[in-house]
């Protein structure tokens, strides 16, 4: 069983892989009890939002994380993908705009990626 931040940096390396775009990784749990990790990213498309949640789920699955709930909004504009201590947020960019959810947690701990990624171009 890996830790939540083992779980976020495998979340996160995956939707790196499928070429997900601004990823985020906030450390919410001093201010929040809904996780430890959100995780925000944008997809170009809204088959790109369903290929980095796929990709997102299969990875975590796989490495023994059970999926605890999938959500989406308005045709796959937004997906929320519920791991527990993890939840993934991918958005078109006219949702994440919208919906502004870095600001809505502002005063959640951003986790530096360059120690996450693996040859990624953050």
Same mark, same amino acid.
């Given at each position: 069983?890996?830790?939540?931040?083992?779980?976020?940096?495998?979340?996160?390396?995956?939707?790196?892989?499928?070429?997900?775009?601004?990823?985020?990784?906030?450390?919410?749990?001093?201010?929040?009890?809904?996780?430890?990790?959100?995780?925000?990213?944008?997809?170009?498309?809204?088959?790109?939002?369903?290929?980095?949640?796929?990709?997102?789920?299969?990875?975590?699955?796989?490495?023994?994380?059970?999926?605890?709930?999938?959500?989406?909004?308005?045709?796959?504009?937004?997906?929320?993908?519920?791991?527990?201590?993890?939840?993934?947020?991918?958005?078109?960019?006219?949702?994440?705009?919208?919906?502004?959810?870095?600001?809505?947690?502002?005063?959640?701990?951003?986790?530096?990626?360059?120690?996450?990624?693996?040859? %990624? %171009?953050?």
């Amino acid at each position: 069983m890996l830790t939540t931040k083992e779980a976020a940096a495998l979340a996160v390396n995956a939707l790196d892989s499928k070429k997900g775009i601004g990823i985020r990784l906030l450390k919410i749990d001093q201010v929040s009890t809904l996780a430890d990790y959100f995780i925000i990213c944008t997809g170009t498309s809204n088959t790109h939002v369903r290929t980095l949640c796929d990709f997102a789920e299969v990875t975590l699955t796989q490495a023994g994380e059970p999926l605890l709930g999938r959500e989406g909004h308005r045709g796959d504009t937004w997906v929320l993908l519920d791991f527990g201590a993890v939840v993934i947020h991918v958005f078109t960019e006219e949702a994440r705009e919208f919906y502004d959810l870095e600001r809505l947690w502002a005063d959640a701990e951003q986790v530096d990626l360059k120690d996450i990624l693996t040859g %990624s %171009s953050v």
